[in-house]
């Protein structure tokens, strides 16, 4: 792939004489490295400390239950966090783009870790204070991955995004096969539910902690970001806003979100006292596919992986009315992992390709967003849902996992017939 010396890709010419001047500022050239270095093991050790303490969030539930909380209440909770996630996107966007992604993924981590453990100081589901928490602790973990992500493919050719993302997306693999296990262990032990959540939230909270300390050392020696003219936010998006990967992010949010918000309460309806085998599956099958694929991204492109990756995460949720015991969770799992470890660094490679790089922040957190667009939408309909039909069948989860899949078919049928995802990044 040539790259121009231009900013604008051709197949975006500009249409407002600020992003002409900006343009037509010449910006420095990065210092570019294999991507593999000190600053990425870093990272990667960070945002592994982070999906870690995120992946204990597993039995949310557990805390919202034990605060008067029922499934609705849960999706609405789930759901407003993510509200709160999205506003706060694009700015945060901005914000890494004009200030620098070292100095905002720092500050979100501290923000993550004094979220978790507002949660202990919270006394009821219903109360605003639990919105509040919910929603600073999503919007932490927004700046976090949009920061980390933004700063670790400023390092590396843009045509390697996708691999060395999935390469760090990795690290969350195993954040989510490990924390899930210690809050199942806390939950299967003699503790109480009250002292099962209080430790929950603690060691989470150390966990995020240790994760701040290493993000301070990936950062050190980091450069400020060049100073140049800018037009506006809203100009930007509007102009290079890639609506069908965008939709597509937003399923990948769903396709994730329901499972770690829901399959809880799924698997205790069915005497499955343990989730924590459905995540170690998912984990592990991610993290392999996720190295096996790595290079696939380059050699194919980003579409056919986007498109193969919803049909396996449509073909997973169809699997979940099979479920009668916890090995049968390994499927879906399997299924769910594979999924996972095509579609996101697939998505975050396509959607950014038609920004210019200077706003990389912002087109990473633009698509980001779009993941929490799915759980924003998803798990407040899911509760409501739930509610509903539950006093009415008793196959009401197996029923929401199918219209859950319908809805992905038919998102995975569109995706294929537009031409979303071919094109390539063609500026610097």
């Excluded at 040539?2 to 004489?17: F, I, K, R, W």
């Excluded at 929603?135 to 050719?157: D, H, K, N, R, W």
């Excluded at 060395?164 to 032990?189: C, E, K, Q, Y």
């Excluded at 922040?361 to 407040?380: E, H, K, R």
Aim: aromatic fraction near 12%; include cysteine.
């Amino acid at each position: 792939m040539t790259l121009p010396s231009h900013d604008l890709s051709p197949e975006h010419p500009p249409t407002a004489s600020g992003l002409q001047a900006d343009a037509d500022r010449p910006s420095p050239a990065p210092v570019l490295s294999s991507g593999y270095d000190r600053a990425f093991w870093l990272t990667y050790l960070s945002n592994g400390l982070t999906t870690l303490a995120n992946g204990m969030m597993v039995r949310y539930s557990d805390y919202v239950e034990a605060l008067g909380g029922d499934e609705q209440q849960l999706g609405l909770i789930v759901g407003a966090g993510m509200l709160g996630s999205i506003a706060i996107r694009l700015a945060q966007g901005e914000a890494i783009d004009r200030y620098g992604a070292a100095r905002i993924w720092f500050w979100s981590v501290v923000a993550y870790s004094v979220s978790l453990l507002l949660h202990l100081f919270v006394t009821s589901a219903c109360s605003p204070a639990i919105f509040l928490v919910r929603t600073l602790m999503q919007a932490s973990l927004a700046g976090i991955f949009g920061a980390s992500i933004t700063y670790v493919s400023l390092q590396v050719p843009a045509k390697r995004m996708a691999e060395v993302v999935g390469a760090l997306g990795t690290s969350g693999f195993l954040g989510l096969m490990v924390g899930p296990l210690i809050s199942d262990w806390l939950g299967n032990s003699n503790l109480s539910a009250d002292q099962m959540i209080w430790w929950m939230f603690w060691i989470a909270t150390i966990l995020a902690t240790a994760s701040g300390i290493a993000t301070w050392f990936a950062i050190q020696g980091a450069a400020p970001p060049a100073r140049l003219e800018r037009p506006s936010l809203l100009f930007v998006v509007r102009q290079y806003h890639p609506m069908m990967i965008s939709v597509a992010a937003a399923m990948m949010g769903a396709g994730f979100a329901i499972p770690a918000t829901f399959l809880r309460p799924f698997a205790f309806e069915l005497n499955i006292s343990s989730v924590g085998l459905f995540f170690v599956v998912y984990a592990v099958t991610g993290f392999g596919a996720r190295m096996a694929s790595r290079s696939l991204f380059e050699r194919f492109g980003n579409r056919p992986w986007i498109v193969v990756g919803l049909i396996l995460l449509t073909i997973s949720f169809l699997l979940y009315p099979l479920v009668s015991s916890m090995w049968h969770l390994a499927l879906p799992a399997t299924i769910a992992g594979v999924a996972h470890a095509l579609l996101f660094p697939s998505i975050m490679s396509a959607g950014t390709a038609v920004f210019p790089r200077r706003y990389l922040g912002v087109a990473t957190s633009l698509i980001l967003a779009m993941f929490d667009v799915g759980t924003f939408i998803s798990a407040p309909v899911v509760g409501i849902f739930l509610r509903s039909v539950k006093p009415l069948t008793p196959n009401a989860y197996p029923w929401m996992f199918v219209g859950v899949a319908c809805v992905f078919a038919c998102v995975t049928v569109a995706f294929y017939l537009s031409k979303a995802g071919s094109s390539h990044r063609t500026q610097e």
